[in-house]
């Protein structure tokens, strides 16, 4: 148990390393160009390991979990964007607590995965600590408060309701990774579900023509950015920042890409080792307790007394679900 904790609490780690750097990307480039682009570069560092390395493998039994879990997870990343368009951040993302709970149902319906009570009491734990602490921005003062906040953004934003959905479609589409690994290994799931992953992207790019997917290319979009706040920016200079922001964004696609490949490949891994609804109670542990100590650390965000219970919560949720 005490090595499937640690690699959980890698993949976690990696995770927030990933959101950290595509959240920095995202101010560069469009949401869908920017997925496409690190989908395949994924399938890219798959393909070379798994060529070298010999192993990838094929099988027809893996083609339906295999659809099943690109098309859902695909399907989940378009609601969430949706949601994110239609309604403001901070009311959307708390509902995302809601994936571990929704992955245990469905790891037991499908995987025969079942939880104990204590199991079970830990995750309802983390769901709770989860919300209390992604709405502590929202000067919720009690408890009472924080689920009058929950039902006021759930009946009047609909990307609520859309992100709730967006839980419900990736914790289906988790499952169905493990089955594909009875067919196969990590390393070819990876590959097959980067390729199908940015195939069906590419499928929308070719077919949108509005945001949020827009235009692919990010140097433009930044300089589109700093014209409209005003800067005065001639050709010759226009040229010198192009010139001066290609470096830090393909280092940053190159470092996004790496780190996305080994937290995929890991959290395979822990699928196959462990409950699927395990290893994402743990990711959202080890996530939310990272958050709170890069906000205090970096960027010096107050510790209050929402995020300490939270913290606090997590800490006994944690212990609960992996006893």
């Not at 607590?97 to 245990?104: D, E, G, I, K, R």
């Not at 995750?123 to 039902?151: D, P």
């Not at 949020?212 to 010198?240: A, V, Y």
């Not at 970096?298 to 606090?312: A, D, H, S, W």
Request: net charge positive.
């Amino acid at each position: 148990m005490s090595n499937t904790f640690y690699l959980i609490s890698i993949i976690g780690c990696l995770w927030v390393a990933y959101d950290f750097i595509r959240k920095i990307l995202l101010k560069r480039i469009k949401p869908l160009p920017l997925i496409i682009f690190l989908e395949f570069g994924q399938a890219a560092v798959y393909l070379s390991y798994g060529y070298l390395s010999q192993q990838l493998t094929y099988s027809h039994e893996y083609i339906f979990p295999g659809l099943m879990t690109a098309g859902f997870a695909s399907l989940g990343t378009f609601l969430l964007t949706k949601a994110i368009s239609i309604s403001p951040l901070s009311s959307v993302i708390p509902f995302l607590s809601f994936l571990p709970f929704f992955t245990v149902i469905f790891g037991s319906l499908i995987l025969k995965e079942n939880l104990s009570l204590i199991q079970l009491s830990g995750l309802i734990l983390l769901v709770f600590a989860s919300l209390i602490i992604n709405y502590q921005g929202k000067k919720v003062n009690s408890i009472l408060g924080l689920f009058k906040t929950l039902y006021q953004d759930l009946t009047h934003e609909k990307g609520c309701v859309l992100v709730i959905i967006t839980s419900l479609v990736w914790a289906f589409a988790i499952p169905f990774d493990k089955l594909a690994m009875q067919a196969t290994n990590p390393i070819s799931h990876a590959l097959y579900h980067a390729l199908l992953c940015g195939t069906i992207f590419s499928i929308a790019r070719f077919f949108s023509k509005s945001s949020p997917w827009g235009d692919t290319n990010f140097l433009e979009i930044n300089l589109q950015d700093n014209e409209s706040r005003g800067d005065n920016i001639t050709d010759k200079s226009r040229s010198t920042r192009q010139f001066n922001k290609m470096p830090s964004t393909y280092w940053l696609l190159l470092l996004g890409v790496i780190n996305a490949s080994f937290a995929m490949v890991l959290q395979f891994i822990a699928y196959q080792i462990s409950y699927v609804g395990l290893v994402e109670a743990g990711k959202r542990a080890v996530s939310l307790v990272s958050n709170l100590f890069i906000g205090a650390l970096i960027f010096k965000e107050p510790v209050n007394k929402f995020k300490f219970l939270g913290t606090v919560l997590i800490l006994i949720a944690t212990i609960l679900i992996l006893n």
